[in-house]
């Protein structure tokens, strides 16, 4: 019977009310201290007053909490329920003793107090006056409250009957117990202009101690917090922003659509909600609810003068209609004359209830008002808003017609997403409209060939992949060669941007088909695109791919700087220009910025930031990529080129150690979800830095991150990065066999070697992962891979000073790393490790940047202390702290912290046990510890007790901060702490 009972999804974070949540702790805090204090929390039904609440009572210790909530029963309803419910707890934990002898009078509120031996409720005997009975319940409440802080919660205040209402007033204005904090709940959505709290919150407002608190709806953030609670995992971009418009961030209507199974694009709304939203509507008179209809089709916002045009009905007969509805909450009207759905559910349930015919004759009434005043509706929204209604009409020609139109004018706004799915839509209506072709003026090719490139811009990847496969089906590569070769070279870039494939056989086909074609700067173009593309799969080919484009734009009296970006940064790198084409590329800029071409400028940042970023120059960085953000959002490509600005942004942040701000941006990219591999770079970003500070999160975050190393293709600047956080999430883990694993793949990898900037954060993991599974054939072979690697920026030279540094060798000014085959680890009392990651730690000072530096400086400490240079570990230690406290980075603190206190630092361990050096003999104990010895045995060796060798072994243990006396031994010898025993 019970089979079909499905548990609903519960979010258990409290979620977007930290500022009200601590709004009642202060109030909680003034009732302690003896100030009575009144709460009023207000807000839509399904907002999470209820939640907050039971969030706050949870937390609220050494109160005493009690609850009453209002019964919706309307003015003739249970005098005194919400204050009967809350004595009923009292008397269930005192007894009746706590009512002190006036049983008979609080009879009137617990009938159960005047029962009879045999179960009978005769009415009570006292006819004692209303305001004695009040008088009653404030002193039984004081003397509670003496006893320790009194809470009473008290819910749904708007179905409060008139009785309950004095009480509370007498409780706020004339009783005013100390240490009683009162807190009462209403729905402001209820509170229509006749409801009788209205005028009720009105006196309250005017005494002494009475705040209001109004709980408004989540943000598109809090909506994602709350799916994601409820799912069990992060949601899709999409999905948020597809819930968040229709629930607009109500959380009884988030977790309504979650329990109606997967959220995303559910399009019927669960019935248990649709109940909910048309319960109001159907109390309202017949004539409000039929305007309500026609005013559901119109959309969610309307003006009263279209509205007026379309219903046909009297001044007098609809201005009736919609009083009723704003009466009821349904409808809010602004003072410019508009009127808007108080909640888009509503509109989108009472829109779902129209009958077939209806609703389409409703909208084909609104399309044709709009075609005659086009000023009735928000500027610009005109077109869009026609060719919905026709198409909800069925009108396939106009609506094609009125889809194509709205999408030109979609385009003219950079909404290049509406403009996708209008174009979308105009493709599906070509097959219903027989003369298609000549309404619109184009082929159906060029319709294709227009929303591939909408597609593209919005950042639907997938959809424009699937558009030009459709497309090459009806080009004649033949007769239209550069036609041919823009889709092929469009389906190139989406494969590799999908991680389908490198893409490269489209590519080079689509390079065939261009070079044939006639001399023209659509063909100079679409070369340079085209050589661009090949060089992320083949940099020698692309470069030669380049050079022709180069000599033709020279034949043709073009600048340099007027081709595509892509093409000017491949040039530079491929002549091994030190500043890696930075000139080039900001003369690019400024002709971009000139012609007002955004696009081409936005590409120009993305590759400026870029550069800046591997010279070092990491303010210019992240400067040139929030220019390039803030133009990417103006012109609408924050999903596709602006979606690369975010993440070196972000990158930069993280470099200049402005880990908050980057934390800012790499939300920003979350919030639009790059499509395809693109989403990797900012999800890595975001991996590494919750891993630098131990974020609980951390595991998921690597995970889906990692999930990208299983796509077909990956470039090697998405696919490195990757790696790099493999091995470092495998050494904070200490999972050496995955350790290992993620090592075997990072030496197989080519590129590597061939791009430093990626290679050096890679060999610097592999060198910590063959140091911390002591494995000297994987020092040897990452030795012999870093010295094919060429070190040409700051960052470069010291990533290859600490790999030099941690697996032992030197590091020439400005050439590849010198390492001894097989030096895997530091041998205490090495001074030649100690001068390495001295030099280590010079470079990363050079570089700039802080958690480099301090994981460096913590490592020279470690050295530094098997050496016997205390002071060195000191200030290094010192140093490291302090870094990792203001980058906020926990495990890194944590382990300077372990370090200083297994080295003995004065204060390292702030109080706690073991902050001391060993003693003499714990010194001797620990040297036959590390030589194997049992307790037994070092008793004999010592002549002491077994026991006093055991409690020797345990406070070592406890000092040096490991687990067992292996570990102890370990660090005994990394540390060089049995130097002066020997």
Same mark, same amino acid.
């Given at each position: ?14 979620? *977007? ?39 706050? *009572? ?101 179905? $409060?009957? %008139? ?22 709940? &209403? ?18 407002? %005017? ?38 418009? +229709? ?94 759905? /108080? ?32 000023? #009735?509706? $928000? ?34 706004? &950079?909404?290049? =997403? ?64 550069? %036609? ?25 086909? @689509? ?38 484009? #180069? ?29 890696? *084409? ?35 120059? &990491? ?36 470099? #200049? ?36 500070? *131990? ?40 999972? +050496? ?5 993620? @090592? ?41 891979? $870093? ?9 470069? /030279?010291? &990533? ?14 400005? !050439? ?12 205490? !009392? ?12 010079? =470079? ?9 530096? =301090? ?55 702030? !109080? ?71």
């Amino acid at each position: 019977m019970l089979g079909a009972v499905t548990a609903r999804p519960a979010c258990t974070t409290l979620v *977007g009310r930290q500022r009200e949540l601590a709004a009642l702790r202060d109030a909680l805090a003034r009732t302690r201290a003896g100030e009575p204090t009144t709460v009023l929390v207000g807000g839509e039904a399904g907002v999470g007053k209820t939640r907050l609440l039971e969030e706050f *009572g949870g937390a609220a210790d050494g109160v005493r909490l009690l609850v009453g909530q209002c019964l919706e029963l309307g003015e003739a309803g249970l005098p005194f329920a919400p204050i009967a419910a809350a004595l009923r707890a009292v008397l269930r934990r005192d007894g009746p003793a706590v009512f002190d002898g006036y049983e008979a009078e609080f009879a009137r509120l617990l009938p159960e107090l005047a029962r009879g031996p045999l179960g009978a409720a005769p009415p009570p005997s006292s006819d004692a006056p209303r305001g004695y009975l009040f008088d009653l319940v404030a002193e039984l409440f004081a003397r509670l409250a003496d006893e320790q802080p009194l809470v009473l919660l008290i819910e749904d205040l708007h179905w $409060a009957d %008139r009785s309950t209402r004095d009480l509370i007033g007498f409780l706020v204005r004339a009783a005013r117990a100390d240490r009683l904090l009162l807190v009462c709940t &209403y729905r402001s959505d209820e509170l229509h202009r006749g409801h009788p709290l209205r005028p009720f919150l009105a006196e309250l407002d %005017r005494a002494r101690g009475v705040e209001r608190m109004e709980l408004s709806r989540l943000d598109r953030d809090g909506t994602g917090a709350v799916l994601a609670g409820l799912l069990g995992a992060e949601p899709a971009a999409r999905a948020v922003d597809d819930i968040h418009d +229709r629930t607009q961030g109500n959380p009884l209507f988030i977790e309504e659509l979650a329990a109606a199974g997967d959220p995303i694009g559910c399009a019927a709304l669960p019935e248990t909600l649709r109940d909910l939203l048309l319960a109001r509507v159907d109390r309202l008179p017949e004539p409000a609810q039929r305007v309500l209809r026609i005013a559901a089709a119109g959309g969610t916002r309307f003006a009263h003068e279209l509205l007026a045009e379309v219903a046909g009905l009297p001044d007098a007969d609809l201005e009736e209609a919609l009083r009723a509805a704003v009466a009821a909450q349904l409808v809010v009207a602004d003072p410019e004359g508009d009127y808007e759905f /108080r909640h888009a559910l509503v509109r989108e349930a009472v829109h779902d209830e129209l009958l077939p015919g209806e609703h389409a004759r409703l909208h084909a009434r609104w399309a044709a008002a709009i075609e005659a005043q086009p000023r #009735l509706v $928000a500027a610009g929204r005109a077109p869009a808003e026609i060719a919905h209604h026709w198409y909800a009409a069925h009108d396939h020609a106009r609506a094609l017609v009125a889809a194509r139109t709205a999408a030109c004018a979609a385009a003219d706004r &950079y909404a290049y =997403a509406e403009q996708s799915r209008l174009l979308e839509r105009t493709l599906e209506l070509w097959e219903l409209v027989p003369d298609a072709a000549d309404r619109l003026g184009m082929d159906h090719l060029a319709l294709l060939e227009e929303t591939i490139a909408a597609a593209t811009t919005a950042g639907d990847y997938h959809r424009a992949l699937t558009l030009t496969r459709a497309a090459l089906a009806e080009v004649d590569g033949t007769a239209e060669p550069l %036609r041919a070769a823009r889709l092929l070279d469009r389906r190139g870039r989406m494969l590799a941007m999908l991680g389908k494939s490198d893409g490269a056989a489209e590519l080079r086909e @689509a390079y065939r088909l261009a070079a044939g074609a006639p001399d023209g700067p659509e063909r100079l173009h679409l070369l340079a695109d085209v050589a661009a593309h090949v060089a992320r799969v083949d940099r020698a080919q692309g470069a030669l791919l380049a050079a022709d484009v #180069l000599a033709a734009a020279h034949a043709s009296g073009v600048d340099n700087a007027e081709l595509p970006v892509k093409v000017v940064a491949l040039l530079r790198r491929a002549d091994h220009a030190t500043d890696l *084409g930075l000139a080039e590329l900001r003369r690019s800029e400024a002709l971009a910025r000139a012609a007002g071409a955004a696009p081409a400028l936005v590409g120009a940042l993305v590759h400026i930031s870029d550069v800046l970023f591997e010279l070092g120059r &990491y303010e210019e960085s992240a400067r040139a990529a929030a220019d390039g953000v803030a133009e990417a959002r103006r012109v609408g490509i924050s999903r596709s080129t602006g979606a690369y600005l975010l993440s070196n942004r972000a990158e930069a942040l993280l470099a #200049l150690g402005r880990w908050a701000e980057a934390d800012e941006v790499l939300a920003d990219a979350a919030r639009i979800d790059p499509p395809g591999v693109t989403g990797s770079h900012w999800l890595q970003l975001c991996a590494a830095l919750r891993l630098a500070q *131990g974020h609980p999160a951390v595991d998921e975050t690597i995970g889906r991150s990692l999930s990208f190393l299983t796509k077909p293709y990956l470039h090697p600047h998405q696919r490195l990065p990757l790696i790099e956080l493999r091995l470092e999430a495998a050494l904070a883990a200490d999972d +050496r066999p995955e350790a290992r694993r993620a @090592a075997a793949a990072a030496l197989a990898d080519s590129g590597v070697a061939d791009h430093p900037r990626y290679g050096w954060p890679v060999l610097t993991a592999l060198a910590r992962a063959a140091r911390h599974v002591g494995d000297d054939d994987l020092a040897a072979r990452t030795a012999d891979l $870093a010295a094919a690697v060429p070190v040409r920026f700051p960052a470069e /030279r010291a &990533y290859a000073a600490q790999v030099a540094a941690t697996v032992g060798g030197s590091v020439p000014a400005g !050439g590849p790393v010198a390492v001894p085959a097989a030096r895997a680890s530091v041998e205490a !009392g090495d001074t030649g490790a100690l001068t390495r990651w001295r030099a280590a730690v010079a =470079a990363w000072r050079a570089d700039g940047q802080p958690y480099p530096l =301090a994981r460096a400086l913590l490592a020279l400490a470690e050295v530094a202390a098997a050496t016997g240079e205390r002071d060195e570990v000191a200030a290094a230690v010192a140093e490291t702290a302090a870094l990792a406290d203001r980058l906020g980075a926990a495990p890194l603190a944590e382990q300077a912290a372990t370090l200083a206190r297994r080295v003995g630092l004065r204060g390292a361990n702030r !109080g706690r046990p073991g902050a001391d050096l060993l003693t003499e003999r714990e010194r001797e104990v620990l040297r036959l510890v590390a030589e194997g010895h049992s307790n037994s045995r070092i008793a004999e060796q010592l002549f002491i007790s077994p026991k006093t060798a055991s409690v020797h072994v345990s406070r070592i243990i406890a000092k040096l901060d490991v687990h067992n006396r292996v570990e102890a031994a370990a660090v005994a010898h990394r540390l060089g702490l049995l130097a002066e025993t020997r």
